[in-house]
């Protein structure tokens, strides 16, 4: 009985934070002016990527993604960086928007690897 009604108990909560959707909402750069209050920024680090994630922060712009130009948002995040950050490379980071800065939370940095989302080429070994 009592596993019964935890069970109930999660499904109620998977149900309610996929209908209400259970975090940031999830913005471009471009969309970011404007907003205040936490929110998740999603975009391309085009760089210059500069400073110490773990001794001051680390600093980089961040443009929409799918976009050869435009306005960038200068990020700074401190905390741990996965391997695959660099230029050219999307990433999500959640925070706020401070005097035309982005601060990022510490840790929250994601990496995605293009490629992988990318349509495969033709000719491409399936």
Request: charged share 15%.
């Amino acid at each position: 009985m009592i596993a019964l009604s935890v069970a109930a108990v999660l499904a109620v909560f998977l149900l309610y934070t996929s209908i209400a959707g259970g975090g940031n909402p999830s913005l471009a750069p471009s969309e970011l002016a404007g907003r205040s209050g936490d929110v998740q920024l999603a975009g391309l680090v085009v760089g210059p990527v500069a400073g110490d994630a773990h001794a001051g922060g680390l600093t980089f712009l961040l443009r929409d993604i799918g976009k050869k130009s435009g306005k960038a948002v200068s990020v700074r995040y401190a905390g741990s960086v996965p391997d695959l950050f660099k230029v050219g490379r999307h990433i999500v980071v959640d925070g706020r928007l401070r005097n035309g800065t982005f601060v990022a939370e510490p840790g929250s940095m994601i990496t995605k690897c293009p490629s992988k989302y990318a349509p495969k080429q033709s000719g491409d070994p399936a």
